[in-house]
């Protein structure tokens, strides 16, 4: 139809044409007069629930409160076949009683809001909707993958006896997409929980129990927390508490790792680990760094004989402290407190294995160097000696660094640098600060066989066995 208007040269602007028509939409991308509605099927307020029961559900049903589905495939199965309609919905999926039967979800689409499944819990709050696989055909109890645009959010969930000896699973998100993962268990796992290849996460008041690997995993660049000051996760006996690897950024904040067998945390090749009030206790290793595997440490707390950290390979606790071009490595730290008394023998107080290793052949170029930080003190008759000894792989204190021997009492810091002269010696530099005491300096060359491993090792040694020497830190660093 031809336009009945002029424009209005003037003012450089037209006037609505009889043909063009503004067409408003309410919330619900609904139009004003009725006739655009295709997307206001779901109500984008109210939550739309989908209910499985594993004792009275059929999958003939509905899925209704009343009319339960009997297994999560097929509520996923009724999502997946009301196509975009579930984009703009709330949606959740309740589950009830016990599924012997693992379930892989694939390629869900994007929705609006996060999807969630949830469970039932007790009394006391402690998940009851089980996911059993004794007999599963399925090795993982609940599998989601290839869903880059999903959230999720799973909660009061119980996974248990998962297992084929290597890759079996509680919980698995893999391929994309954001998980919260809340008040859910996993026992008798191979891994309890794992977010793997590019997947945002949280896992909040979860518990990890005896898998036969990890209780909690992240890797191939996945990124996420691992508790909360509210949310507190634990990881219960088994190799290893948390494990961060192959290019993963995670936090362990205000957890536990208690009784494993292998380390606390595990974090390598290139992964790296905040670490904030988390406790490790009864673990072979608190911390273990291996093939550039770097965590920082904001108040880990090492209890119940837990050794605090191995660092392997290149593995290092804070990544960098700066001067100029000149890099420091921290490859080992144990902060327990050493008393050493009652005995002249000279006793060996940190052992090699909890402090570091420096691979074979890596210390060779001359701009690199080695240096320790023992700190402590000393009290009583006689003389006290602290000594710093390089160590073979097996622990035999076969060269000693530097010693100082102290007539005087007090607190002390004793510093000792390392300089490579070729494969075979070294330049020892090394000094002892005590009680306002002027600084003493000690220097000279050592036969060292750089090509093999080495290990570090603090000795004390009392003239006078009533004497007390009692060291507080032995630290190693890498530098160059």
Known sequence: MASNKTPNLNLHTWEPTDYLQRVEFNDNFETIDGKINELATYDTVATNQ?????LTGSNTNTGTVTSPFKTLDRAISELM???????????EIKLTGTFTEGVAIYNLPRFRFPLKITGDVDTNGKPVTIFDGTTSTRDIGLRIE????????????????FKNNFNGYGLLMKSGGYIDARNCIAENCDIGFAAVRNVSFF???CKGINSATSNFRAQYSASGTFGDSSNPCTATGGPEGFFISRNAVAHVDYSTADGCTYAGL?????????????????CATGVLTQGGGEWIN????????????????????????????????????????????????????????????????????KYQRLRFLVRGNISGNGTKTVSV????????????????GQTMTGEFIMEVF?????????????????NGEPNKLYTTTRAVDMSKERLFRVLGQLSDPTATITLRSFEVFLMG
């Not at 989908?50 to 594993?54: G, H, I, K, P, Q």
């Not at 595990?266 to 009864?282: A, E, K, L, P």
């Not at 392997?312 to 902060?335: C, H, P, Q």
């Open 266 to 282: 595990r974090v390598d090749m290139n992964s790296r680990c905040g670490v904030i009030g988390t406790t490790f206790m009864n």
């Open 203 to 205: 896992f909040g008041a």
């Open 418 to 434: 390392v300089y490579p002269i070729d494969l075979n010696s070294v330049e020892v530099t090394a000094n002892i600060q005590q």
């Open 389 to 404: 000894y390089s160590t073979d792989s097996l622990g035999v204190y076969n060269t000693q660094l530097a010693s100082f």
């Open 298 to 365: 904001d108040g880990a707390i090492f209890a119940n004989n837990t050794a605090n950290m191995i660092n392997n390979g290149v593995g290092r606790e804070t990544r960098l402290y700066s001067s100029g071009a000149t890099n420091e490595f921290r490859i080992g730290v144990d902060l327990t407190t050493k008393t050493h008394t009652g005995t002249t023998s000279n006793t060996t107080l940190y052992l090699g294995s909890q402090l570091g290793r420096m691979p074979e052949n890596f210390f060779l170029s």
């Open 81 to 91: 076949s009301k196509g975009d309609g579930v984009i703009t919905g709330a949606w």
């Open 146 to 161: 290839k869903c880059p645009d999903l959230r999720v959010e799973i909660s009061n969930l119980y996974f248990k006896n």
């Open 50 to 54: 989908l209910f499985v029961n594993s």
